[in-house]
T-cell receptor, first 115, second 114 residues
């Protein structure tokens, strides 16, 4: 079974609007971490935000926030006030304690910001 | 520290040749990961090290692939008898062992097998 599922292959958003990128995960571990990365067309993977399984509050980093719903096993990324430079691939990833803390990645969502 | 460094950035090779890639992680990171990424897909796990110990290899990794991390510093990924299906971006990442720490990625090595 897939550890990370991203069901939106492509998304469009108007500049200055907010957008939500979906991510669901599968784990039986109680201790895990969820990460979001951005990959622009240049190819580098840029870390955006982290949420721990025991964190009670949703993580925020500037314009990025993570909508963490533990019971639903979802960790959606919210980008507020979208900018043209946000156009990129976005990957959700998980790290879980019982598999040695390696990183599992989803298939990604391609976000295009429209001027 | 300048981050994770990978060499070469690009490699074109003929089918059947062997290739070797190098990754220099962030110095204080004891975890090092290799991933393969094809166009439009997410990074696919290949293998990872904790210090010099190779802890896991993906079942998808054929015996033509081997990785080493001597002395727990830099790592090499070798592909023997390359096939056209090996054409991909090979990404290296490093991290601390703690679960709440992110992985830092290199810029990757793009392999083209002709």
């Amino acid at each position: 079974a897939q550890k990370i599922t991203q069901t939106q292959p492509g998304m469009f958003v108007q500049e200055k609007e907010a957008v939500t990128l979906d991510c669901t995960y599968d784990t039986s571990d109680q201790s895990y971490g969820l990460f979001w990365y951005k990959q622009p067309s240049s190819g580098e993977m840029i870390f955006l935000i982290y949420q721990g399984s025991y964190d009670e509050q949703n993580a925020t980093e500037g314009r990025y926030s993570l909508n963490f719903q533990k019971a639903r096993k979802s960790a959606n990324l919210v980008i507020s006030a979208s900018q043209l430079g946000d156009s990129a691939m976005y990957f959700c990833a998980m790290r879980e304690a019982n598999t040695g803390n390696q990183f599992y990645f989803g298939t990604g969502t391609s976000l295009t910001v429209i001027p | 520290d300048t981050g994770v460094s990978q060499n070469p950035r690009h490699k074109i090779t003929k089918r059947g040749q062997n290739v070797t890639f190098r990754c220099d992680p962030i110095s204080e990171h004891n975890r090092l990961y290799w991933y393969r990424q094809t166009l439009g897909q997410g990074p696919e796990f290949l293998t990872y090290f904790q210090n010099e110990a190779q802890l896991e290899k993906s079942r998808l990794l054929s015996d033509r692939f081997s990785a080493e991390r001597p002395k727990g510093s830099f790592s090499t990924l070798e592909i023997q008898r390359t096939e056209q299906g090996d054409s991909a971006m090979y990404l290296c990442a490093s991290s601390r062992q703690l679960m709440n720490t992110e992985a830092f990625f290199g810029q990757g090595t793009r392999l083209t097998v002709v």
